[in-house]
């Protein structure tokens, strides 16, 4: 049965005073003073002056708590006017308290975060901009120990990284027990993509796109099947499902597709006779499909072996480029004549070497006198580099104007006859 003062405190009459006292007890402070109730109606200055013992006259009520308290404790009932306000509200939790203990939990969390990453200066400033944009906080409602979670694993995983050439789910599932864990807009998988922008020192990714090249960039791929490479007429001697593609698609003289799931499943065979001259150990690579659309239409099976990068090469291209030169192959490249063109080229550089076709300085000034300056497209900053030729850079920055391969097509196409 309730008790009958329990009962009176939450009658709706005295409502108004059972909030101030809540709200009260809640800022931390003691039921001290006096609590000052305006605009009541005549039921409510009644019943709360009879439970309160409030002499005061007029529309409004003052309360003296210390009086209030005395009146509760002579009752014999309850020990406090607190623990009558406690039995009748229900646990009362401290604001003031509360957010002390959560301000605290916060530092802990970034001390232990720094501590963490304290031989590594950029990862330090994540750390750093995390906390001052707040935006852990908001991602976790602010629950420091999700929070801490997020951290422990996020840090684990930049430890793995990078790897070679590993799906996402699997990956996943390997490190975390969850194959969708960074599934796309998972906290994890956001948290994630910021660390690894800032050790990269780029930008967070916002579009789709540049999410999956970021992953890709650390040597993870987020979907096997809709990342490939294409190549035409690749001298694959294996049994694999993808050397029997390869070599189907040579007799029908087609470029062929082969997905990330085709090469980490059934990786092609490309062994290189030692005997091989110097010009039958070339792979033809370049930069735009319509190089290989151009090549097959021309020669079909009589094509030389060539690959498309398409832009800036997928993990499936550099898995298959990596396959081809694991076996003795050399690179022969050729890309755009702009600054984007050469950073691509210097990557491709940078992992396997090639050999420039068509790809260096006194290429590129051939075919600027060869080229109409008003139908070009004007170079676009920043600059780069061309570590297989410095002057093919200083050619493309006084040239002022973009080459894009499709207009070099029969020049690249004279080489790509094997017959």
Known sequence: MT?????????????????????????????????????????QRVRIKELTGSTSRGPDISVNLADFDGI?????????????????????VNVREERDADSAAWEKLWDEANQRVAD?????????????????????KREPSFAIELFTQS?????????????????????????HALDAGTILSRLM???????????????????????????????????????????AVG???????????????????????????????FTLCTKSKSKDRLIYV?????????????????????????????????????????????????GDFDWGGLRIASRIHKSFGFIPWQFNAVDHQKATHRCNHRNMRLLRPPKATAIWDPALAQSIDQSKIAIEEEFLIDDLLKDLCAG
């Open 3 to 43: 008790d009958p003062l329990i009962a009176e405190l939450r009658d709706e009459a005295c409502k108004p005073l059972l909030e101030r006292l809540v709200k009260k007890l809640k800022r931390g402070g003691p039921l001290t003073g006096v609590c000052q109730l305006r605009k009541l109606t005549e039921t």
């Open 193 to 235: 993509l910021r660390l690894i922008a800032a050790k990269q020192q780029v930008d967070i990714p916002r579009r789709a796109s540049g999410r999956r090249r970021m992953w890709e960039s650390v040597g993870i791929v987020i979907d096997e099947l809709s990342v490939s490479a294409l190549a035409m007429n690749l001298p």
């Open 72 to 92: 509760i404790r002579n009752t014999g009932r309850f020990d406090s006017l607190q623990a009558l306000v406690e039995a009748t509200a229900g646990p009362i």
């Open 239 to 269: 049994d694999s499902l993808s050397d029997k593609m390869l070599r189907q698609h040579h007799a029908g003289g087609m470029p062929c597709r082969l997905t990330f799931r085709h090469l980490r499943l059934h990786p092609p065979s």
């Open 286 to 334: 370049c930069e735009n499909p319509s190089v290989i659309a151009a090549a097959s239409d021309r020669y079909r099976a009589q094509c030389k072996p060539l690959v498309c990068v398409e832009g800036n090469p997928n993990l499936a291209c550099l898995n298959l480029l990596s396959l081809l030169t694991t076996a003795g192959y050399q690179l022969s490249y050729h």
């Open 120 to 140: 590594d200066d950029l990862m330090v400033r994540c750390v750093a901009d995390l906390r001052q944009s707040g935006w852990l906080k908001k991602v976790t």
């Open 155 to 179: 840090f684990d995983l930049m430890k793995r990284l990078p790897v070679t050439s590993r799906p996402l789910a699997v990956f996943a599932a390997e490190c975390l027990g969850d194959a």
